[in-house]
């Protein structure tokens, strides 16, 4: 499989006048998802990065509100990282995948929506672990 078949495209549609921008995102080929929760990350210093941990209920939307950085998934076999810049496509990520983000510009704010609340025991943070608990699923 290959990560843009995880990965689901949002699309984002801008409205620019002179008033500022407007950018709206319609939910319509993401099942059941529903945001119980919010968080945006933001200042990440350069060449640092944020994640590198798997969840294994979660589903979460990731958009881009202002600059840019890449998001890495892997199913355990497969990889692949796309581009999120503000105005454009945000991406659905389903539970059950390794997902880490890089290369944020310094003006970068990511936007997460999740679908259930914190929950520190949802989080596979080692890599090994995720791999033995996807052949174990
Ligand atoms: C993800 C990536 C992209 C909370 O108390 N509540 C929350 O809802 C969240 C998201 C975090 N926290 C606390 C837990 C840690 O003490 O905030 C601190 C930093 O969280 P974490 O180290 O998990 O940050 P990242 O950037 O590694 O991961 C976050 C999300 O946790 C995760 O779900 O997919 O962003």
């Not at 350069?46 to 939307?61: I, M, P, Y």
């Not at 990731?62 to 840019?68: D, E, Q």
Request: aromatic share 14%.
């Amino acid at each position: 499989m290959n990560a843009l078949k995880i990965l689901k495209e949002i699309q984002v549609i801008n409205f620019l006048d002179n008033r500022g921008n407007l950018d709206v995102a319609e939910f319509q080929n993401i099942g059941k998802f529903q945001t119980k929760r919010m968080y945006y990350i933001s200042s990440v210093p350069e060449n640092d990065s944020r994640g590198a941990h798997a969840h294994k209920n979660l589903d979460q939307v990731f958009f881009a509100v202002s600059g840019k950085f890449n998001l890495t998934v892997t199913d355990g076999s497969n990889t692949d990282t796309v581009e999120l810049k503000a105005h454009k496509l945000g991406y659905f990520l389903p539970a059950g995948h390794w997902r880490y983000l890089d290369n944020f510009t310094k003006d970068a704010v990511c936007i997460v929506l999740a679908s259930e609340h914190y929950d520190e025991n949802d989080y596979i943070r080692s890599y090994e672990e995720f791999l033995e608990w996807k052949k174990s699923g």
